[in-house]
């Protein structure tokens, strides 16, 4: 600030640092809860202003059967959730901003499994990029579903006629062709605009189990398989690959300018040594990354393809087939040339750096003792592992999804809301230590007069 005050930097530099520090302050806000037994709520203003208010603390989840994915509307504040029962729920955030104060946020609505709706657990959700009236819906049934948040009812479907583990739409292109991992061998595109999906891009040589198009290029795709690769599609090009992402490689392909041009496409190589079920690019598209059962994250830059080199130790854990996704922080958060991650570990949350691999902090947790649900399995592994992670829009925190059943909130909590959590607290309590010294001496009086009356016997 004093810097700032003289003229020696700017004004976005202090929004950054600020923006920083509060990143390194996250931590559970169990205040927030998210309940989505009952029926969905009718939202009045008073509700807005206080929220939910529960007098009997109870174990609570979003899905009983657990929770698959959640997505996060970058323009209006809604979450929508996947459950392994085949639900999918939509949920007010503005209602719980800001609270200190025991809240249970319901659902505003809910798609039940039916005739027209998923079958099977839900796998991926997204909302559509131009229009948060929109979202994408795939599932272990084989649909990808497109959904209007106003109505919840299903306006196209599409049956790819193999399990679809993910889904993605670009947020910059027009051509609106939706990228699904399938468990056929080849990465399937969906016509939004046509209704078309049939066109597919081959290369792979087993499931396919997560797809991300770049932020920056319309048309370049990435994709991660179960035989160890990750490849990069245009699908411009005739022959779509442009190649394949090689572990060993830590030079690139820089070709006759260092950045890659007229270089010759790599086709042989791994990006790791087991089953690639995560690949995301960073927002500004310099880097990829991807996450592997080899329990390894690596990171790509996608200049020449070379692998950063980035270690993130022995503490990674990933063994459950599904997609599992980092979370990238916003650029905009932090300082030029940084860039952190959150990690979906089991029974934890981690952060790094994404670049020399430092462990930030750990984000830990109590898993729900959910019931199970008659008719519903959920996949092996531990009861409150960490499926999704979505960002908050526009603020710094994020919300996670967990096999348990659960959502949870992250919030930055400083040491003022702690003092202020505390004079709370001590308010509370000497509000209350005087009701009790109240109703004390009106017992104490009680007891006086009685004993002060005369008693005849006869």
């Known amino acids: 600030l004093f810097a ?11 929004r950054r640092a600020e923006l920083s520090r509060r990143l390194h302050l996250i931590h559970r806000m169990p ?32 899905h009983r059967a657990g929770v698959n994915c959640i997505a996060v509307d970058r323009f209006e504040g809604r979450l929508i959730s996947g459950g392994a029962e085949a639900s999918v729920k939509l949920w007010d955030l503005a209602i719980a901003t800001n609270t200190k104060h025991q809240f249970t946020n319901r659902p505003t609505a ?27 819906s795939s599932s272990y049934d084989h649909k990808l579903k497109v959904y209007s948040t106003e109505t919840m009812t299903a306006s196209a479907t599409f049956d790819l006629e193999s399990v679809i583990y993910s889904h993605s739409l670009s947020p910059i292109a027009s051509h609106l062709l939706v990228a699904c991992a399938t468990q056929h061998a080849a990465v399937r595109l969906v016509d939004l605009r046509s209704g078309s999906s049939t066109h597919s891009l081959a290369g792979h040589q087993r499931a396919v189990l997560s797809v991300a198009w770049s932020p920056h290029e319309e048309y370049i795709l990435a994709s991660g398989g179960s035989d160890g690769t990750t490849r990069l599609w245009d699908i411009r090009r005739s022959s779509n690959s442009l190649g394949v992402l090689d572990l060993e490689d830590s030079v690139g392909v820089v070709g006759e300018d260092g950045l890659g041009k007229n270089a010759r496409h790599r086709n042989h190589g791994k990006a790791h040594a087991d089953v690639v079920n995560g690949v995301v ?47 990238l922080v916003p650029s905009n958060i932090l300082k030029p040339g940084k860039q952190a991650m959150f990690y979906p570990n089991q029974n934890e949350i981690l952060m790094f750096d994404l670049f020399d691999g430092t462990l930030l902090k750990r984000l830990r947790f109590s898993g ?12 092996g592994g531990p009861r409150n ?14 919300y996670s999804a967990h096999s348990d059943g659960a959502i949870r909130a992250w919030v930055p909590v400083t040491p003022e809301d702690i003092e202020a959590d505390k004079d709370i607290a001590q308010e509370a309590n000497a509000d209350e230590n005087e009701n009790r010294k109240r109703k004390r001496d009106a017992l104490e009086e009680i007891f006086r007069d009685l004993t002060r009356q005369k008693i005849t016997f006869t």
């Open 31 to 62: 205040e927030i809860e998210f309940d989505g037994h009952g029926s969905p709520s009718t939202t009045t203003e008073s509700d807005r202003q206080h929220g939910y208010q529960r007098s009997i603390k109870d174990e609570i989840c979003a």
């Open 368 to 379: 729900v003792a959910a019931a199970p649900v008659r008719g519903y399995t959920t996949q």
């Open 4 to 14: 700032r005050a003289l003229g020696n930097i700017g004004s976005g530099t202090v």
């Open 281 to 327: 690019w960073t927002d500004d598209g310099q880097y990829l990354v991807t996450a592997s059962h080899d329990e390894r994250v690596r990171v790509w830059d996608m200049s020449t393809g070379a692998n950063a080199l980035s270690h993130f130790g022995p503490t990674i854990q990933n063994t459950h087939l599904s997609t599992l996704l980092p979370l």
């Open 385 to 398: 592992r960490t499926t999704s992670l979505a960002w908050k829009a526009g603020e710094v925190g994020f």
């Open 110 to 136: 809910v798609v039940k499994k039916s005739a027209t709706s998923h079958q099977y657990g839900v796998t991926h959700l997204c909302f559509y990029p131009f229009d948060p009236l929109a979202f994408i």
